[in-house]
């Protein structure tokens, strides 16, 4: 068997070790040490498994992963989800569909602490849903909007998905963190219009609530304090160079550590649980980093990711509609596919494609703007049938909602997310304009 063919098998034996449910990280590890055996032998192998995961393991940025995963779990337990609800309530909670609003608002804020598009999924289903659903909102809608809200995290920075992404092709994290920030922002709009124009056709989804008054507006503004500090310190230190995201980090877990033991929200028990959830989260990580890495070294010994480009470039297709078609590829595997295994797995055979295109703009900023686009597309993956893993975080909360109405609950956001990703596709500058004002 050639090296290709061997290379495509092993792309379906993995895939098919996944639909099986094996591990992601344990199937890719498993396909590629075989495929590696394969393609060379035993000794080469182990000579490779001796020397490239410390390498890999050994590096200084990887660090920044837990760090933002401890920073996310010491707000999640500090119950800075709710008050950022409470205070968004208290402005637009009196607008048909104002919580969900306000969903959307807090998830913003939330996600420039947590970086974890499930974890955020997850802690407004606790925090803001038994809401939701007291004041009246349709089941569907207020799952729905829960689902949603934890896909604007993964374009906030700082998103774990975008720092995987600069790892794994080598960017520069703190000039996509800069390139996220205006998509992000755009998501945010889009699905602020998309609950407009969803409760002016359909107003008994979305009951009003009676006006916050100035004193109850105020108190709730002022519990937020503790996110606008970090946020603060840890986005306005990236972008104006006093940090590097690594630094940030670090500095955002102890601010946030000692807003919480400040506030008497984090004791023995949460810091606790806090570390155990960033020791399980970055261990499921790191085994999916390293499972990628191994299948990638068997992926370049049969040279499947060359071939693929040169196959690519030589149908003389626009490298726009090259890119269309990427992205179309992109929403079809993350239907079915979780959005970390799906990055890790179509970056060695994509990105060399993406760098071998003329977009008319340097290769450096041709992969900062596939970066985004690919993390819009895989929030779309993150919310759309079959699988949709925030779908099914909020689903496991609001056990008596069935998952067929949360599933219509987004698809309006959806559609918007799909234009959304048309528009970046159409004006790179969207992702790259922040990039070269601030560089």
């Known amino acids: 068997m050639s090296g290709l063919a061997a290379g495509a098998v092993g792309f379906a034996v993995m895939l098919l070790l996944i639909a099986i449910r094996m591990p992601v990280g344990l199937s890719m590890l498993v396909t590629g040490s075989v495929g590696y055996v394969y393609l060379s032998s035993w000794q080469a192998f182990l000579a490779y498994m001796k020397a490239n995961p410390y390498h890999q393991f050994a590096n200084y940025t990887l660090s920044v992963i837990p760090l933002f995963i401890l920073m996310g779990a010491f707000a999640e337990r500090s119950g800075l989800a709710r008050d950022l609800f409470a205070a968004a309530r208290s402005l637009v909670g009196h607008i048909r569909g104002g919580l969900a609003l306000s969903v959307i608002g807090a998830c913003t804020v939330f996600g420039a602490i947590c970086g974890s598009s499930v974890a955020t999924t997850a802690t407004f289903g606790r925090a803001a849903l038994p809401e939701l659903r007291r004041y009246g909102y349709d089941p569907g809608f207020a799952t729905g909007t829960i689902a949603i809200g934890g896909v604007v995290d993964l374009l906030i920075p700082p998103s774990i998905i975008l720092v995987v992404y600069a790892i794994a092709t080598e ?3 703190a000039k996509l963190f800069m390139a996220a920030l205006i998509p992000g922002l755009l998501a945010v709009v889009y699905y602020s219009i998309v609950v407009a124009i969803v409760v002016r056709l359909r107003p008994g989804i979305a009951p009003s609530l009676p006006k916050s008054d100035s004193s109850e507006r105020a108190h709730a503004l002022l519990a937020t304090w503790p996110a606008v500090l970090v946020i603060v310190m840890v986005i306005g230190g990236i972008y104006g160079g006093v940090f590097t995201p690594t630094e940030a980090a670090a500095v955002g877990c102890v601010a946030m550590l000692a807003v919480g033991v400040a506030q008497r929200r984090l004791g023995i028990t949460e810091i606790k649980e806090s570390f155990i959830q960033t020791a399980e989260t970055s261990a499921m990580i790191f085994i999916i980093l390293l499972g990628a890495e191994v299948f990638d070294a068997f992926l370049a010994l049969s040279r499947l990711p060359a071939e693929a480009a040169g196959m690519i470039s030589s149908l003389g297709l626009q490298p726009f509609v090259i890119m269309a078609l990427l992205m179309l590829f992109y929403i079809l595997l993350g239907a079915v596919m979780d959005e970390l295994a799906m990055l890790l797995l179509t970056l060695p055979v994509f990105f060399p494609i993406v760098q071998g295109l003329d977009f008319g703009i340097p290769p450096d900023e041709a992969a900062i703007w596939f970066g985004i686009l690919v993390l819009i597309v895989v929030g ?46 159409a004006f790179p500058g969207l992702a790259l304009w922040l990039v070269r004002l601030l560089s």
Not at 400 to 421: C, E, K, S
């Open 171 to 173: 960017q520069n994290i």
């Open 380 to 425: 779309i993956g993150l919310t759309a049938p079959p699988i949709g893993l925030n779908v099914f975080v909020v689903s496991a909360i609001a056990k008596d909602v069935p998952i067929t109405q949360t599933y219509r609950g987004v698809l309006p956001f959806i559609a918007a997310d799909i234009l959304r990703l048309a528009l970046v596709v």
